[in-house]
């Protein structure tokens, strides 16, 4: 993994950085995106335990993954079900609601009263009378 000029992107869309992230910490979320995570050394040590290779026999979009334990005991996994996969394993309205907070929470711009009245008014887009009203709820 290599940090570029645009250090969460390259993060973002690195799969040995989210890999080990996933790994460490039990998830991806907006925080493991930030200066601090991206450039923690516990992150940068694991990456180098992180071997990617082709498995065509792997269908496009999904992945197996082989852990190698210390005890030299190898588990694999394989990916089919990709959760948020439109077609085939799509979000559930839980899944995108509690999306919607983790990344709330994690700006720390709104209050949660505009983030409340904001997700009113997009649960019921067809309601609201112009987008323009929606304008005021993003910011501070």
């Known amino acids: 993994f290599k940090i570029g000029p645009f250090p969460h992107g390259n993060a973002a869309f690195n799969y040995e950085y989210v890999i080990a992230t996933a790994f460490l910490f039990g998830s991806v979320k907006p925080e493991h995106m930030t200066d601090k995570a991206i450039h923690n050394p516990q992150v940068a040590e694991f990456i180098k335990k992180i071997k990617i290779t082709r498995a065509d026999d792997v269908e496009f979009e999904k992945a197996r993954m082989t852990v190698t334990t ?71």
């Open 70 to 140: 210390k005890d030299g005991r190898k588990l694999t996994e394989n990916a089919t079900k990709i959760k948020g996969e439109p077609k085939e394993n799509p979000m559930t309205h839980d899944d995108i609601i509690a999306k919607y907070w983790v990344n709330v929470d994690f700006s720390g711009k709104i209050s949660k009263k505009k983030a409340t009245e904001l997700l009113d008014k997009l649960l019921n887009l067809e309601k609201v009378e112009s987008i323009r009203k929606l304008i005021p709820l993003l910011v501070a």
